[in-house]
């Protein structure tokens, strides 16, 4: 049985639907860039690779956490899951592959640089890798998680250092997803109200993860039991893609080498 943070958005918990769809309509979006020799890093529970893999003639996908691994081995048998923490990427080639995906990844990558230079060296030439991101404009409050967030500017000027060509676009969402980011902000703001002290700010991140997934899971479940139909129906069809990052709610970038 999986055991999950609210870090680890799942599609077998309601009130995770409206992150869970978020993240899904990011493999949806990033479809058009996939082809040939398919690599992804930090898949996680494997949410996008029914989506993926018709469009690749290989698919490797890597992750830190073994147990995922071995389930998402059994699944998808033609997919080659392996474990691995990086950067760097000991085991792979120069040049090897077509695409690479990344999602909700780099925010939890200490040395970011290092990691979109081994993105950059895995490439072939003309490859294209997409990674999303939370867009900090947009973050309700500090997630003990993430190293860091970004805005559209940070991550641009970060990625120009190693890609020639960047593009940065975004993943919104329309009335019905903006409904519950409102009602979400609202709720974050009831119980930040009480940190008069700014601990969430001033703590080292490993004394906040605890509480802060305790109080995210409440409010989640908060959110679904005030206004369930709300919370259920959001399909990965409400989330589209932005060409004004700073506007969105996640960071959607596209890198060719």
């Given at each position: 049985?999986a ?8 599609d077998?918990?309601p ?12 493999y949806y979006?990033?479809?058009?860039y996939v082809?040939?020799?398919?690599l992804?890093?930090g898949?996680g ?8 893999s ?17 389930r998402l081995?059994?699944?998808?048998p033609?997919?080659d ?9 000991q ?14 990844v780099?925010?939890?990558?200490k040395?970011?640089k290092?990691?979109l ?15 999303t991101?939370p ?7 500090r997630n ?5 967030e970004?805005?559209?500017?940070q991550l ?12 940065m676009k ?11 980011y ?8 009831r119980i ?13 991140a ?7 997934d305790?109080l995210?899971r409440?409010?989640?479940?908060k ?17 589209v ?9 996640d ?7």
């Amino acid at each position: 049985m999986a055991t999950y943070t609210t870090e680890i958005a799942s599609d077998s918990i309601p009130s995770d639907n409206p992150i869970h769809q978020r993240l899904l309509q990011a493999y949806y979006l990033a479809k058009p860039y996939v082809k040939g020799d398919l690599l992804e890093l930090g898949c996680g529970e494997g949410r996008g690779v029914e989506l993926l893999s018709p469009l690749a003639q290989s698919y490797l996908a890597l992750d830190k956490i073994q147990e995922v691994i071995d389930r998402l081995k059994e699944k998808h048998p033609k997919v080659d899951f392996q474990q691995a923490v990086f950067p760097p990427f000991q085991t792979l080639e120069n040049d090897s592959f077509d695409s690479v995906v990344s999602f909700q990844v780099i925010e939890h990558i200490k040395d970011d640089k290092s990691f979109l230079k081994e993105i950059y060296r895995v490439l072939k030439p003309g490859g294209v890798a997409v990674l999303t991101t939370p867009n900090i404009k947009k973050t309700l409050t500090r997630n003990p998680w993430h190293v860091r967030e970004y805005t559209a500017e940070q991550l641009t000027q970060l990625a120009s250092q190693i890609f020639p060509k960047v593009a940065m676009k975004g993943v919104g969402g329309n009335e019905k997803v903006m409904k519950y980011y409102e009602q979400n902000k609202e709720s974050v703001r009831r119980i930040t109200r009480f940190d008069i002290f700014n601990l969430q700010y001033r703590l080292p991140a490993p004394l906040l993860r605890i509480p802060y997934d305790i109080l995210n899971r409440v409010n989640r479940n908060k959110l679904n039991t005030s206004d369930s139909g709300l919370v259920a129906e959001i399909t990965h069809n409400d989330y589209v893609m932005m060409e004004d990052g700073d506007a969105a709610l996640d960071l959607f970038l596209i890198l060719e080498k």
